[in-house]
């Protein structure tokens, strides 16, 4: 299995709801992130998990929290979000220098 | 500071070749990428060197990376309507494992 997988694919939500996104892999990568793209700009990386323990949080606001409970699941959970932060979550993985990404959530915030 | 640059736009016609170009800034860098990205989908690796290389080949793809002029280039070879796409670079300048991307090359392949 070389996939990174997402879910859902897309979600729309309102600002007070509560919701998650999904990110799994079974290629024993131990090294998993979160990154948040606009449209037609490069991604922007938000938190990266090192053999599921959080090592880097690039000053996300609170109302993402991210959750990895296991080698395989990374979890974004999210709350009382903002219509800026409609975007494309990608969830990626890394094996030594190189990442690999997973297909995205289009999140749209109403 | 890190900072990568690409021209944002390139048009090519089917068959003929793309070169697609990056510069950055940080001499530390230890590895540099080239990500493709088609539209609604997420970020394909496309091919990284090594910075103690000067050239990669992988099929219709050539990687060229002048380490003195901090300049890295993409060619595709016989390009097709599929090749269509952004393509990011970006640099792994650390043990961090953090990547400076540029903004992206928007590649328009015309029949």
């Known amino acids: 299995d070389t996939e990174v997988t997402q879910t859902p694919k897309h979600l729309v939500m309102g600002m007070t709801n509560k919701k998650s996104l999904k990110c799994e892999q079974h290629m024993g990568h131990r090294a998993m992130y979160w990154y948040k793209q606009k449209a037609k700009k490069p991604p922007e990386l938000m938190f990266v998990y090192s053999y599921e323990k959080l090592s880097i949080n690039e000053s996300v606001p609170s109302r993402f929290s991210p959750e990895c409970p296991n080698s395989s699941l990374l979890n974004l959970h999210l709350h009382a979000l903002q219509p800026e932060d409609s975007a494309l979550y990608l969830c990626?993985?890394?094996?030594?220098?190189?990442?690999?990404f997973g297909p995205g959530t289009r999140l749209t915030v109403l | 500071g890190e900072d990568v640059e690409q021209s944002l736009f390139l048009s090519v016609r089917e068959g003929d070749s793309s070169v697609i170009n990056c510069t950055y800034t940080d001499s530390s860098s230890t590895y540099l990428y080239w990500y493709k990205q088609e539209p609604g989908a997420g970020l394909q690796l496309l091919t990284y060197?090594?910075?103690n290389m000067d050239m990669k080949q992988d099929q219709r793809l050539t990687v060229l990376l002048n380490k003195k002029d901090k300049h890295l280039s993409l060619r595709i070879a016989d390009t097709q309507t599929g090749d269509s796409a952004i393509y990011f670079c970006?640099?792994?300048?650390?043990?961090?494992?953090?990547?400076?991307w540029g903004l992206g090359t928007s590649l328009a392949v015309n029949p």
């Open positions: 060197i090594f910075s």
């Open positions: 970006a640099e792994n300048a650390g043990n961090n494992r953090k990547l400076i």
């Open positions: 990626a993985t890394a094996k030594g220098f190189e990442q690999f």
